[in-house]
């Protein structure tokens, strides 16, 4: 537990229908288990595990419990990690620069002799989240999802000046792909805002009102 004084609903030892409780809290608890061991279904050099929703890209997705079974390298040490899309694979060279690191396995002819959960469950801050939006004919204003991304880029051909509107607690770094003779503005519904030039990236903030820069572009 947390501390002395818990939160949760506890087995009583002379309660009935002692089952109920405790998948009452293992349903509670579940989003922590996302990519966890599904020890039920492992066996020999086959690895299950468990689904979840993850934030991708700003978007919260579905992860579904693996359906086949991951192959472990036989006599290794297998690196079994997530891309930041929730795709699982394994290798035997070491964890990837950007994945997520979920198991370390050693593993002997026919089966596992041993694994380390590698979970941390705090996103390393190298793993950003994308998206791209189109502006053309219109400004755009970014949706919940687009905002949580810490990497924009903007495509399409502008048919005129245009603004990206962010929410006011907003920040990213920008890639401004457009083209076309006029300009990308990044800006708060009510607030100024900064404009970057085609090709070119900036690391921008809304505080609390206006868009300003925290880079030049480059």
Same mark, same amino acid.
């Given at each position: 537990?947390?501390?002395?004084?818990? @939160?949760?609903?506890?087995?009583?030892?002379?309660?009935?229908?002692?089952?109920?409780?405790? &998948?009452?809290?293992?349903?509670? =608890?579940?989003?922590?288990?996302?990519?966890?061991?599904?020890?039920?279904?492992?066996?020999?050099?086959?690895?299950? #595990? #468990?689904? =979840?929703?993850?934030? *991708?890209? =700003?978007?919260?997705?579905?992860?579904? &419990? &693996?359906?086949?079974?991951? +192959?472990?390298? +036989?006599?290794?040490? @297998?690196?079994?990690?997530?891309?930041?899309?929730?795709?699982?694979?394994?290798?035997?060279?070491?964890?990837?620069?950007?994945?997520?690191?979920? #198991?370390?396995? *050693?593993?002997?002819?026919?089966?596992?002799?041993? #694994?380390?959960?590698?979970?941390?469950? *705090?996103?390393?801050?190298?793993?950003?989240?994308?998206?791209?939006?189109?502006?053309?004919?219109?400004?755009?204003?970014?949706?919940?999802?687009?905002?949580?991304?810490?990497?924009?880029?903007?495509?399409? +051909?502008?048919?005129? @000046?245009?603004?990206?509107?962010?929410? &006011?607690?907003?920040?990213?770094?920008?890639?401004?792909?457009?083209?076309?003779?006029?300009?990308?503005?990044?800006?708060?519904?009510? =607030?100024?805002?900064?404009?970057?030039?085609?090709?070119?990236?900036?690391?921008?903030?809304?505080?609390?009102? @206006? *868009?300003?820069?925290?880079?030049?572009?480059?």
């Amino acid at each position: 537990m947390a501390s002395s004084t818990p @939160n949760l609903d506890l087995i009583a030892q002379s309660q009935s229908s002692k089952e109920v409780t405790a &998948n009452a809290l293992f349903d509670a =608890g579940s989003p922590a288990t996302l990519f966890g061991r599904r020890a039920s279904l492992c066996s020999g050099l086959n690895w299950f #595990y #468990y689904g =979840g929703v993850m934030l *991708v890209d =700003g978007v919260l997705t579905t992860i579904s &419990n &693996n359906a086949a079974a991951l +192959a472990l390298t +036989a006599s290794a040490t @297998n690196y079994i990690e997530a891309t930041r899309a929730g795709v699982v694979s394994k290798n035997t060279g070491g964890f990837t620069g950007g994945s997520i690191p979920l #198991y370390t396995v *050693v593993t002997g002819a026919s089966s596992v002799t041993s #694994y380390t959960d590698q979970r941390a469950w *705090v996103q390393p801050e190298h793993i950003t989240s994308m998206t791209s939006v189109s502006v053309t004919t219109a400004d755009v204003t970014l949706n919940d999802a687009q905002s949580r991304c810490s990497y924009l880029t903007t495509t399409g +051909a502008l048919t005129a @000046n245009r603004n990206v509107i962010v929410p &006011n607690n907003w920040q990213g770094t920008v890639f401004c792909n457009n083209s076309g003779a006029f300009t990308t503005t990044f800006k708060t519904a009510a =607030g100024s805002g900064v404009m970057i030039a085609q090709g070119k990236r900036a690391i921008l903030l809304a505080d609390g009102t @206006n *868009v300003v820069r925290v880079t030049p572009d480059t």
